[in-house]
């Protein structure tokens, strides 16, 4: 999905705004592709969508907290 696309909508909005995580161990996070339009091929899967590093880096951040 993409920013303000109608699945990440709803979920950002009940999950992240109105603090629906509360019975979960950590607040989750939205991953989404990048808003811009993407490249033709394997270059605009990798900038266009959440790759590894990016999942990586979420993970991380959440096992932290």
Do not use: C, W
């Amino acid at each position: 999905d993409v920013p303000g696309g109608a699945a990440a909508y709803m979920y950002n909005h009940v999950m992240e705004v109105q603090k629906g995580y509360k019975y979960l161990d950590a607040s989750p996070r939205t991953l989404t592709g990048k808003a811009h339009r993407p490249n033709y091929g394997s270059d605009g899967d990798y900038f266009s969508k959440p790759n590894r590093e990016d999942i990586i880096r979420v993970i991380k951040e959440m096992m932290a907290e």
